[in-house]
């Protein structure tokens, strides 16, 4: 009798890489983020993007991080879980796991937070000592919302599109 693969990816690897892959779509210049929300019984609910809401054309308005505020992308962009968030349509996301490729900001946070996900699992904490990052931790830690690092496992996976 022939045994089961072993090598098979776990389920953090599958919903991470989940994520990277979303984070691909985005057509920001400088920072590609992309988010995987998922069931307690593994199954995907939605995923998400940085970009601009539907119907603002990314060729219009601005991609610069430098400038007038208006003719930079902040105040436009859609951050990869709160689309993610807003790409759901299926009910309740009440203890839902996020798998984000950078730790959410704290407006992000608060999405999070009233939609009920209790548990963030994200790959990069580049912007730790920024107020916004150490202000979702706050909130995180004040409302039970559990959050650890994905531990990368090294593995590379080759998709033949």
Known sequence: MIGKRSDFITWDEYFMGIAFLSAMRSKDPNTQVGSCIVSKEHKILSMGYNGFPRGCSDDVFPWSRDGEPLMTKY???????????????????????????????????????????????????????????????????????????????????????
């Open 75 to 161: 105040p436009y962009v859609t951050h990869s879980e709160l689309n993610a968030i807003l790409n759901y349509s299926g009910g309740t996301l009440e203890g839902a796991t996020i798998y984000v490729t950078l730790f959410p900001c704290n407006e992000c946070a608060k999405a999070i937070i009233q939609a009920g996900i209790r548990t963030v699992v994200y790959d990069s904490d580049k912007y730790a000592d920024s107020d916004a990052t150490m202000a979702s931790k706050r909130m995180f830690d004040a409302t039970g919302v559990r959050y650890y690092q994905y531990t990368r496992t090294g593995r590379k996976i080759e998709l033949d599109l």
